[in-house]
């Protein structure tokens, strides 16, 4: 019998075991909404107790009858009505404490030794006092019975509120009834109990010691409850609990066999561990497994929430890079154009030097292209170094102050991504020494991608010196003066878009890390979902063994 109650604690920890473990899962993953009732399920259901309420009439023997089963008389008897107090006893180590509870819940330590003048009546026993509870080291308690030993039947109406109250929270209610016939009030009872606890009920016969022929008296009673209450086959059980309680005292096992113990005992393992404990068991691995799959459902929602954050983010950040980009490149190219301008105006000035102005007059072919490569010279040398100094003045400056601008922007933006993996962090310090390494290279991509050369001006002024047979150096200086202003005029365009062009690689780079800072952060969006349906797997798994 034992066994049987040993049994389902075990399997009551396991259970408990389990949810408790999804609990810490849920948490972890951040799922508090749901961590907290099933951690709450697992406590209260960890130290649950099958509750066995004993109702009857005055004197029928319900306190003998719970200390028979307790193994010795630890609650009080008496020969007349007692105090309306309702006694509960569970299990507690060493001796037996006892504390006494009002109506709201407060407690009074009490020595048992003084337990009856509360109990049994009296003067002393306060009125305000409903509920004792007593700590008992005893079998049944200790594999987690909770027996509750109510008062026999009376008139008061907040007793019977309170008796029905206790009857709604047992497990199986036990009648205990003397070896009379069932009277009115007792069926009342009976039929207010049966409409609470159906068919987990008991019917104790009790002092059977006192009859003669056992067998008819409980026959007679059997009739009535089959007539009464239409049930076939009530559990009705003869037992003698001062019988029992002697022999237990004696450690006499036939008197023990012959006072129904036994049976009674084998008679409620029977109905907890067949009716009671499937359906506790039943009851809370539903409860686990519905977290479960409630759990897997809140996982895919936050992470097709974090995912369409992260589309979100991904566009906004796109879009925002992109606005940057094209500003840049606009003002850039505008920048670049005014620029050639400016420069057309100032060749004049630049062909005025000492070496060009003192140029003697030109009489041969050979001294007008020597002339015009001079001049020519003059104005390369003299444009490449106004490029150069205009890159590092006013285009470098210009691309760095939107670089920073915008790489503020993108670490803020990114910091604010559904997961944000480790690259962010190392994001910013990399990104702001990038443009240094432009710098070496950018005069020489301009040059590359734009007219700046001035290839097309040498070959203009080549082609002059084929024309000119002779002439004066000033006539050709001003030719070759004219030629590369308009020739500077009308590449300005071309050399604003590649200027355009160099912005773009210039941020381009920025963009290749954004997207994989993007992807990286997808990709721990999607692990970070894998370890949550790992664990409820394998929890359910561990759930699903314990069921079968």
Not at 76 to 98: C, E, K, M, N, Q
Not at 216 to 223: F, G, N
Not at 319 to 332: C, G, K, M
């Amino acid at each position: 019998m034992l066994m049987r109650y040993q049994a389902y604690q075990e399997e009551r920890q396991v259970l408990a075991a389990i949810a408790d473990d999804l609990r810490q899962v849920l948490d972890r993953r951040g799922l508090h909404s749901l961590a907290v009732p099933i951690g709450e399920a697992a406590e209260r259901f960890g130290s649950e107790r099958l509750r066995v309420v004993f109702v009857g009439s005055f004197k029928s023997g319900k306190s003998s009858l719970v200390n028979a089963l307790l193994g010795r008389e630890v609650l009080p008897v008496a020969a007349h009505p007692t105090s309306p107090v309702i006694l509960i006893v569970r299990w507690a180590p060493g001796p037996p404490t006892a504390e006494i509870l009002d109506e709201a819940g407060k407690g009074l330590p009490v020595s048992p030794d003084v337990l009856d003048r509360y109990v049994l009546g009296g003067d002393e026993a306060p009125s305000v006092f409903r509920t004792v509870m007593l700590g008992v080291d005893a079998d049944l308690p200790r594999y987690g019975l909770e027996l509750v030993d109510t008062p026999g039947l009376l008139d008061d109406v907040s007793l019977q509120r309170s008796l029905l109250a206790h009857l709604a929270t047992a497990d199986v209610a036990v009648f205990v009834k003397s070896i009379f016939p069932f009277t009115d009030e007792e069926f009342t009872l009976v039929e207010r109990a049966r409409e609470i606890v159906g068919d987990r009920m008991i019917f104790a016969l009790n002092r059977i010691d006192q009859l003669v022929d056992p067998d008819s008296v409980v026959a007679v009673l059997r009739e009535q409850l089959t007539t009464h209450l239409d049930d076939p086959s009530p559990v009705l059980v003869p037992i003698s609990a001062r019988l029992a309680l002697a022999a237990l005292k004696t450690a006499d096992a036939r008197e023990l066999q012959m006072s129904g113990l036994p049976r009674f005992e084998e008679a409620l393992a029977t109905l907890l561990s067949q009716t009671v404990v499937p359906h506790k068991l039943r009851l809370f691995a539903a409860s686990v497994e519905s977290h479960i799959k409630a759990a897997r459902q809140v996982g895919r929602a936050v992470e097709d929430g974090k995912r369409a954050e992260l589309v979100a983010r991904a566009r906004e950040i796109d879009t925002a890079l992109d606005q940057v980009v094209d500003q840049t490149r606009t003002l850039a190219a505008r920048r670049g154009e005014e620029f050639f301008e400016r420069l057309a105006d100032d060749v004049p000035q630049w062909a005025s030097t000492p070496s060009v102005t003192s140029l003697n007059p030109l009489r041969t072919p050979k001294q007008v292209e020597a002339a015009a490569r001079l001049i020519t010279d003059e104005l390369g040398e003299r444009l490449q170094r106004e490029v150069a100094r205009w890159t590092q003045e006013v285009l470098l400056p210009l691309l760095r102050a939107r670089w920073d601008e915008l790489l503020d922007n993108m670490s803020d933006r990114l910091g604010q991504i559904a997961l944000v993996p480790p690259s962010v962090d190392a994001f910013q310090p990399r990104m702001t020494s990038m443009p240094a390494a432009y710098v070496g290279s950018l005069g020489a991509a301009i040059a590359a991608t734009s007219p700046v050369s001035l290839l097309g001006v040498v070959a203009a002024a080549g082609l002059l010196a084929r024309q000119w047979s002779k002439g004066a150096g000033r006539e050709l200086r001003e030719r070759v003066v004219e030629h590369s202003q308009a020739s500077i005029r009308d590449r300005a365009p071309d050399f604003g878009r590649a200027i355009a062009d160099v912005v773009t690689d210039y941020f381009d780079r920025l963009r290749e890390e954004v997207a994989d800072i993007l992807q990286d952060s997808e990709a721990l969006t999607a692990d970070a979902a894998a370890p949550l349906t790992t664990e409820l797997a394998a929890i359910e798994a561990r759930l699903t063994r314990v069921r079968t």
